[in-house]
């Protein structure tokens, strides 16, 4: 499949957000209380692969699909 990066999905709680940049990596927005924070990851071990393969397809409803506007606004 070919991709056009980035691609944004969101977790189906709503508390973490995911800019996909490319097959091998995304950056994660993390509520955890008050606080966001950001994390950069570079899919270097093969269940980082499969979490960015299955975010892509938003797999069984855990990922959903979300936007640009969704990222930059989550605080």
């Not at 950069?40 to 959903?64: H, S, T």
């Amino acid at each position: 499949m070919n991709y056009e990066f980035p691609i944004y999905r969101k977790l189906s709680n709503g508390k973490v957000y995911y800019k996909i940049n490319s097959l091998r990596e995304f950056e994660e927005k993390q509520k955890i209380g008050v606080r966001v924070y950001l994390y950069v990851i570079k899919a270097e071990q093969y269940p980082e692969m499969l979490k960015i393969q299955d975010m892509l397809l938003c797999f069984e409803g855990i990922y959903l699909e979300s936007t640009d506007v969704d990222w930059d606004h989550f605080i």
